[in-house]
T-cell receptor, first 114, second 110 residues
Framework: DPKIIQKPKYLVAVTGSEKILICEQY?????MYWYRQSAKKPLEFMFS???????DNQTASSRFQPQSSKKNHLDLQITALKPDDSATYFC?????????????FGEGSRLIVV | GQQVQQSPASLVLQEGENAELQCNFS?????LQWFYQSPGGSLVSLLS???GTKHTGRLTSTTVTKERRSSLHISSSQTTDSGTYLC????????????FGIGTRVLVRP
């Protein structure tokens, strides 16, 4: 059974619309992250949370808003979608937030913006 | 420029052959990790190796921190090893914020 559940797996959205990507982890981890993988680009760090608090934000645009309603949840709300937002969004978690803690990734949510 | 560079970009192996993947990074790293991304896209951590040599199964990683490079050796390759191998560094020990390379795509033929 997958320990990090991401929903939806695939998503097609219209430019200008708003979507929420869901992530739940059942590993008992304290830190959660969002990464993005666009076509032909390296996997890119977006956000990190520890104990439901935002620790780091590398996303320039405020259109991307993480939301943590529970310790094991970290959703990603994206507003005013643009075609450039098309990518696979990976949620990840680790036991602790410090460097060296193994990252576990979800299966990803593939977003296409038309 | 790219902070993490991986070579070769792609590699084709005959089953049973060995392979060596390279990772060079342009800034100091407190952590270095190798990941495997399956053809379906899922990501799995293989090894965490900030310095020295580490082994797991048929994989050996050697990192020379001062020279800002790491290698991943795959021995006796199998068709199930096909996929993309990603190198990632963490420049800040306070946070698990990884900078990834674009990866080396490996195809192992039967």
């Amino acid at each position: 059974d997958p320990k990090i559940i991401q929903k939806p797996k695939y998503l097609v959205a219209v430019t200008g619309s708003e979507k929420i990507l869901i992530c739940e982890q059942y590993l008992g981890h304290n830190a959660m992250y969002w990464y993005r993988q666009s076509a032909k680009k390296p996997l890119e760090f977006m956000f990190s949370y520890s104990y439901q608090k935002l620790m780091d934000n590398q996303t320039a645009s405020s259109r991307f808003q993480p939301q943590s309603s529970k310790k094991n949840h970290l959703d990603l709300q994206i507003t005013a979608l643009k075609p450039d937002d098309s990518a696979t969004y990976f949620c990840a978690s680790s036991q602790g937030q410090s460097s060296g803690n193994t990252l576990y990734f979800g299966e990803g949510s593939r977003l296409i913006v038309v | 420029g790219q902070q993490v560079q991986q070579s070769p970009a792609s590699l084709v192996l005959q089953e049973g052959e060995n392979a060596e993947l390279q990772c060079n990074f342009s800034s100091t790293a407190t952590q270095l990790q190798w990941f495997y991304q399956s053809p379906g896209g899922s990501l799995v951590s293989l090894l965490s190796n900030p310095s020295g040599t580490k082994h797991t199964g048929r994989l050996t990683s050697t990192t020379v921190t001062k020279e800002r490079r790491s290698s991943l050796h795959i021995s006796s390759s199998q068709t199930t090893d096909s996929g993309t191998y990603l190198c990632a560094i963490d420049r800040n020990s306070a946070g698990n914020k990884l900078t990834f390379g674009i990866g080396t795509r490996v195809l192992v033929r039967p």
